[in-house]
């Protein structure tokens, strides 16, 4: 339902831009069959020169390439989309970047997690090999906790016991493929280690001196996901997701990155209110220098510094701290108040323009209620982006619907930059068209037909109810 609304925050999170030298092997059309059989796996990256995401994941790319250096299965290659059309045909390639995993030169598994080296190591080594890894002995283990920041244990009796069955599942699960997996069968040194007196499952993390266990086998997946993360983690384009789905309102505090010991006192100081709000909100931090601009688009000012502010996804509220000093007690009694429903939520909006005259009336947020909900016109509403092709495709005909039936009393033809003005209306992608009825206005109709003057006036004229058409609707 707010698909739309995460990509652009995700965007946002992730606008910066990372260059590196570049270290990984170029595939073309004329060695590429050659280098796909070098090793069992390969692991290929498309990518666009021109693309930010790509250049965002070179540093972390190259990284990858350097774990596998010497592994015996699996080669990191990279193909150059603007250069390689018959590469980007042949694999239907739609967008940048795109990573594919290959097994014996063909086609295996398409990666879709985060784009770090350690998820996708994760993963690879989850593809390419056992879904859990062996540990026999404590230095195996010592070895395997060195590689991850968070590797899961799972401590059976016996490979045919039921509880070994679910945890080797569940270690193929798709939520579990960012965490290293291993297993100890039956091994009384390490049963003794981690003070296993049953089988167990255990998620050790360099964040917590502590490691997390279990006994519960048929909740694994939700168990590690709670514990497999520090309770406040940095808040990016890499992890904005996790965040997403933990479906709480999400508390960020926006930090100075380069004093690294003011930062350590503010994630500390987190730490403390997250104990608090476990199960209410989420909190994280960000690094201001790189998305000030959200803090921004949230209602805080991005030049002060430290800034806070909350974003509910599911009613699609922000909620900015406006103080001159944020420091932990104000951020508890904020957060209390934001719960309870007594902090106003931001709402962000262009300015009214000061004339509104054309044919296809501008709304902004500030206007949304006096121009679509509180009238006794009909509305026609589309949501656009500036950025958007297809919306600059639409704007020709939706101008001329509007020259056409500028005529018709109680009708109004509008659009809203949904990229810059909030609204209640959640909004799936752009173009978006609402239909806002005259006494039905709670109960917008969404507009799926042909985007053609004559499909949208025929539309108009089929669902007016405070709009006067000459034509007659049964004739239509």
């Given at each position: ?48 020169p ?22 015996e ?10 250069q390689e ?6 694999f ?53 906790k060195?590689s ?22 569940a270690a ?28 167990s ?18 909740a ?50 987190l730490?403390e ?75 962000r909006?262009?300015?009214i323009?000061e004339?509104?005259n ?8 500030k206007?949304?209620?006096?121009l ?6 009909d ?10 092709g ?31 003005n909030?609204?209640?209306i ?5 173009p978006t ?6 006494g ?34 049964d004739e239509?």
């Open positions: 339902m707010k698909s739309i609304i995460i990509a652009i925050l995700i965007a946002l999170f992730a606008c910066t831009f990372v260059f590196a030298q570049d270290s990984v092997v170029d595939l073309t059309s004329k060695n590429f069959e050659e280098k796909l059989q070098e090793k069992e796996f390969a692991l290929i990256e498309f990518f666009a021109w693309c930010g995401h790509c250049k965002k994941l070179v540093p972390e790319y190259n990284k990858l390439a350097e774990k596998f250096a010497t592994n299965k699996v080669n990191i290659f990279k193909v150059n989309g603007d059309s018959d590469v980007m045909s042949k239907e390639i739609q967008g940048f970047p795109t990573i594919k995993l290959f097994k014996n030169g063909k086609f295996f598994r398409d990666y879709d997690g985060e784009r770090t080296a350690d998820a996708i190591a994760s993963w690879l080594h989850k593809k390419t090999g056992p879904v859990s890894i062996p540990i026999e002995s404590a230095e195996a283990l010592d070895q395997l060195a991850s920041k968070v590797i899961v244990v799972g401590f059976v009796s016996s490979k045919t016991s039921e509880t070994y069955k679910k945890f080797l599942q193929d699960d798709k939520d579990l493929e960012e965490f290293i997996v291993a297993e100890v069968v039956d091994n009384a040194e390490l049963n003794a280690k981690f003070d296993i007196k049953q089988d499952v255990v998620v050790i993390r360099d964040f917590d001196a502590t490691p997390a266990v279990s006994t519960d086998f048929d694994i997946a939700t168990f590690v996901k709670d514990n497999g993360y520090p309770l406040v983690d940095e808040v990016s384009g890499a992890t904005f997701q996790r965040f997403v789905d933990k479906a709480l309102p999400i508390g960020v505090l926006f930090i100075d990155f380069s004093n690294a010991e003011t930062k350590q006192k503010h994630v500390e100081e730490n209110i997250a104990q608090s709000f476990k199960g209410k909100v989420s909190l994280g931090y960000s690094d201001a220098a790189v998305y000030g601009g959200q803090l921004e688009v949230m209602g805080g000012k991005k030049d002060a510094i430290p800034g806070f502010a909350v974003m509910d996804l599911e009613t699609r509220s922000n909620y900015p701290l406006n103080i001159d000093t944020v420091n932990k007690e104000e951020i508890i009694a904020f957060l209390t108040k934001v719960l309870a429903g007594e902090v106003p939520k931001f709402l909006s262009q300015e323009p004339e509104n054309e044919a296809v009336k501008v709304v902004v947020g206007s949304f209620d006096d679509v909900i509180n009238n006794d016109n509305v026609l509403l589309e949501f656009y982006a500036p950025w958007c297809h919306c600059k495709s639409l704007e020709p005909k939706y101008t001329q619907l509007a020259e056409e039936l500028k005529s018709v009393s109680g009708l109004v033809i509008a659009k809203i930059d949904a990229s810059e909030d609204t209640p959640n909004i799936e992608g752009f068209i609402y239909f806002f009825p005259k039905g206005k709670a109960s917008p109709v969404l507009y799926e037909g042909d985007r053609t003057v004559e499909s949208l006036k025929t539309f108009l004229q089929k669902n007016a109810v405070g709009a006067v058409f000459t034509e007659k609707k239509l």
